[in-house]
């Protein structure tokens, strides 16, 4: 593997294990309201984004490379509604799917095609990504982050099962 796909790829690493430290940020927030169900919701958004971390931690080293490990970044612990926070991370899911097209380009670039291949995978779970996020956000919107529709929603993502 070419040290520059190697710096890359470890660099999106540190992009998956600091989505997993924000949304679990985004999860002690919806805790501090009582609003359990979101509180679920985005805890295991954090724990599915750490499984995307180890994805490429072994992929890294399926092909003889090695994982290096930077500070991850502090993520924002204030939000000021619901509807902010879901905001918050629609905003980061598009960057993310930024930095996964960036990646790609790099691969084809660098004609490395298992890394292509392999990239794949994240392509497609970040249009999955955008969507659930982009939901959550319009149903937010359109509730304005109050009343019995945010208690009915906050029931509704309580019922999120661990593989979403
Ligand atoms: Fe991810
Ligand atoms: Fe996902």
């Known amino acids: 593997m070419k040290p520059v796909i190697q710096e890359a790829l470890n660099r999106q690493i540190n992009h998956e294990f600091y989505s997993s430290y924000f949304y679990l940020s985004v999860s002690a927030y ?7 169900g979101f509180a679920h919701w985005m805890r295991l958004q954090g724990e599915e984004e750490r499984t995307h971390g180890m994805k ?8 003889n ?4 490990f930077e500070a991850i970044a502090q993520p924002p612990i ?4 619901p509807t902010d926070a879901f905001q918050q991370v629609m905003q980061h899911e598009v960057h993310v799917t930024e930095t996964i097209d960036r990646l790609y380009e ?4 660098e004609k490395d095609y298992p890394m292509q291949v392999e990239l794949q995978w994240f392509i497609s779970e970040q249009v999955e990504e955008e969507k ?3 939901q959550i956000l319009d149903q937010l919107k359109m509730i304005g ?5 945010l208690y009915l929603l906050d029931k509704e993502l309580g019922e999120r099962e661990s593989d979403g």
């Open 65 to 68: 490379g090695q994982a290096t």
């Open 56 to 63: 490429l931690f072994d992929y890294l080293h399926d092909r």
């Open 30 to 36: 919806f805790e501090s309201l009582n609003l359990g």
């Open 106 to 109: 790099l691969a084809v670039q």
């Open 78 to 81: 204030e939000f000021q509604s």
């Open 145 to 149: 982050d109050q009343g019995t529709a």
């Open 132 to 134: 659930q996020a982009r």
